[in-house]
């Protein structure tokens, strides 16, 4: 059942449980309603009042004599299930139901509200919560909302809308972006999210033209593909979306002898479906907030590189080492660009960037616009970041505020200025510059809004579909052995090292004599998964005496155990450029998502992974690796040789067909570690945990 567009844009709203106190829950949106021109109907519904506010009041919503648009329920506990059975049986088709004492206070509760709710539906009526704290409409004054904010923080409509579970972290966004000057249009707080949620009050709000950024806050996500929807329609012209999760990460997808389960956990995947989305992820509620104004501006971002501007020293040096730690690339000034700039800069500034002014800048108009008709020329500088440090008599302070303007204005590039003193933020804020505290801040604003861009622009138009062979799987649930796991993989197309199953030590002795020297010997057993932290991996054997040790010490150590069944592996020992690792989780919401990154005994101590939701293209994977903190070491360095990264993301896209096409019985893969050899030899998978699930599992 979809929204109807007549909860953001009614016409007439009855409000149950009126009270004549502003004050209280019931009485707060009426006096909103006045206060912020509400221009349609106002029904305040108590049988204890004649009058309510200086409006007519109705003893019930029958007496009204026609049907709102909307309806608050402003009452508690069974009066207001009632109101809402009420409600839905007058053909009202919409309701903020405000009451607590629902899912949010165990099960019965959970079952009464999905008892109203299905009344609701049943009858053609959507409900916002309950435990709501409501919703707002700035651009129409219809705030069917009780916070206490907007007494203290007066709205003004704007291009950005506030979507949260939660109503404090709907009113905190709110009240930091009127304080930076910027309007707000829509704010929505769900509360329990029982039946219209979060994602779908995004995507009809993401519908809205006049809508240049949204805001997200979610404590959990049940409908990802309408976030996903949103997300597209937000994208199609060039909106963004900017999504904080709080709450710790639910372990969703980890199992007992996975890694990978683990380490994606349900936060991981969280990641993974953002990033596909175009959703940009914040840290922390000042993160969701700091780069709004640049959304604002429709700029083009090029190449994210960097001019910082400014009169003191001190701050190009800050500006570029705040740059370095969030990755983003300052400019490369040309020599004629340098050559310029040293005509027009004092004979001992030095025309490098970041670019130094200094206090010649006091008193001299002219240099500031010059300087920055110069860097329009360059064609790395696309974005620009002005810092004043201090500004006082003999600085022309509005001047300097308009000569950005301007610039920013002609060029279409994204600028921002960071300052300390509130008069030169205000001054050039009025000019439609976004303007922050620190050289920091403003460095990891313009890094937030050019790399977002980058993801939306970037993102696929079409996702690929898993292309993935006939395998069959074994039955049952559990961990398999790792040669029963390398045969699944081998089958999905994934390379695998060559090897020998082995009983004893005579025959891992004869399989040795088959292999190119030297050998590993493991010990291999479905209930020993992790065989590194049983003294079950023996490297570099060279003779058949060492072999034979080995298989003794491995299948003498599962006896120790009490393991039966368990054999030893004999395998070619193989020593990639580098080692990787490559994992699979089946996330409850989000399906499958495949991890990689480097692998290796420390893989969770170092942490260095991506992940990615499946199916995937090759490119995507590619994109992916460089994200990883040892990206620079794939082109090589030193006397290493660049990567194989083509065959390992081939690699990574059929675990990710594989995984996408048996999800009903996979729970989860390690392939640690994939050994990626020299550019142009390919990769091999060298040791893999597979653990199964039981078949019909959802049935």
């Known amino acids: 059942m979809n929204m109807n567009s007549s909860l953001l844009q009614p016409a007439s709203v009855a409000v149950i449980g009126a009270s004549d106190n502003p004050n209280k829950v019931g009485g707060r949106p009426i006096h909103y309603m006045t206060k912020f021109g509400f221009t349609g109907e106002v029904f305040p519904v108590n049988p204890a009042r004649t009058e309510i506010q200086g409006r007519r009041a109705y003893p019930t919503l029958d007496s009204i004599g026609r049907v709102p648009d909307a309806a608050i329920i402003a009452v508690a506990g069974d009066d207001a299930v009632r109101a809402v059975k009420e409600c839905a049986d007058a053909g009202i088709a919409n309701a903020v139901v405000m009451a607590s004492g629902f899912a949010e206070t165990g099960d019965e509760g959970r079952a009464a509200q999905q008892r109203m709710v299905e009344y609701a539906n049943a009858r053609g009526m959507r409900i916002i919560g309950p435990n709501a704290q409501g919703i707002a409409n700035f651009s129409n004054g219809a705030v069917l909302n009780f916070s206490t904010m907007f007494m203290e923080v007066e709205p003004e409509d704007g291009p950005i809308a506030i979507v949260s579970q939660s109503g404090a972290a709907s009113v905190m966004p709110y009240a930091l972006l009127r304080e930076m000057g910027l309007g707000v249009r829509y704010l929505c707080a769900t509360g329990n999210d029982a039946d219209m949620d979060v994602p779908e009050l995004t995507r009809a709000i993401a519908a809205d033209p006049?809508?240049?950024?949204i805001l997200v806050y979610i404590e959990s996500l049940v409908r990802p593909e309408m976030l996903a929807e949103a997300a597209e329609i937000a994208r199609s012209r060039g909106a963004g979306i900017v999504l904080l999760k709080g709450g710790s990460s639910q372990k969703g997808a980890a199992a007992a002898a996975s890694h990978t389960g683990a380490m994606i956990g349900h936060d991981g995947a969280l990641d993974a479906f953002l990033a596909?989305?175009?959703?940009?992820r914040a840290n922390s509620l000042q993160e969701m907030v700091t780069a709004a104004p640049?959304?604002?501006?429709d700029a083009k971002c090029g190449e994210r590189r960097t001019v910082v501007l400014s009169h003191s020293g001190a701050?190009?040096?800050m500006s570029a080492d705040a740059a370095e730690q969030v990755g983003l690339p300052l400019a490369e000034l040309a020599a004629q660009t340098r050559e310029r700039l040293r005509d027009a800069l004092p004979g001992f500034a030095t025309p490098s960037n970041p670019l130094d002014l200094t206090a010649a800048l006091m008193g001299n108009d002219g240099m500031f616009p010059r300087v920055l008709d110069i860097l329009a020329q360059e064609e790395q500088a696309d974005m620009l970041m002005v810092g004043i440090p201090v500004a006082g008599p003999g600085y022309d302070v509005p001047a300097l505020a308009k000569a950005t303007a301007e610039f920013a204005r002609e060029y279409s590039k994204p600028v921002a200025l960071s300052a300390p003193q509130q008069s030169v933020r205000q001054a050039f804020q009025a000019h439609?510059?976004?303007?922050?505290r620190t050289e920091s801040d403003a460095v990891k604003a313009l890094h937030q809004y050019a790399t977002h861009q980058a993801m939306m622009d970037g993102r696929p138009e079409v996702h690929r579909q898993a292309e993935a062979p006939d395998i069959r799987i074994p039955g049952g649930a559990g961990t398999l052995g790792e040669a029963e796991s390398l045969s699944l993989l081998r089958q999905a197309g994934i390379p695998v090292i060559s090897h020998a199953v082995c009983a004893d030590e005579n025959e891992a002795e004869a399989a040795f004599l088959n292999f190119d020297r030297p050998v590993v010997v493991k010990g291999c057993a479905a209930d020993v998964p992790h065989k590194s932290e049983h003294g079950l991996v023996?490297?570099?054997?060279?003779?058949?005496?060492?072999?034979r040790r080995a298989a003794r010490a491995c299948l003498g150590a599962f006896e120790a155990m009490g393991c039966r069944g368990g054999k030893v592996l004999v395998a070619p020992m193989v020593r990639g450029v580098h080692e990787l690792?490559?994992?699979v989780s089946i996330d409850p919401v989000f399906g499958p998502v495949v991890m990689l990154g480097e692998g290796g005994t420390l893989v969770e101590v170092r942490r260095d992974v991506i992940s990615l939701l499946a199916p995937f293209s090759a490119d995507e994977v590619l994109e992916g690796l460089?994200?990883?903190?040892?990206?620079?070491l794939f082109d090589g360095y030193r006397d290493r040789p660049a990567l194989d990264l083509a065959a390992f993301a081939d690699a990574a896209v059929k675990l990710g067909d594989f995984a996408c096409r048996y999800r009903e019985r996979i729970r989860s893969i390690d392939i640690n570690p994939v050994m990626v050899l020299a550019r142009g030899e390919g990769v091999l998978a060298v040791d893999a945990v597979v653990e199964l699930d039981e078949e019909n599992k959802h049935e």
């Open 626 to 632: 460089q994200r990883l903190r040892i990206a620079p």
């Open 315 to 317: 701050v190009g040096v």
């Open 538 to 547: 023996h490297l570099n054997l060279k003779t058949s005496q060492d072999v």
């Open 581 to 583: 690792m490559l994992g």
């Open 294 to 297: 640049l959304y604002l501006r």
């Open 432 to 436: 439609g510059i976004p303007v922050f």
């Open 276 to 280: 596909r989305c175009g959703i940009w």
């Open 210 to 213: 006049a809508i240049k950024l």
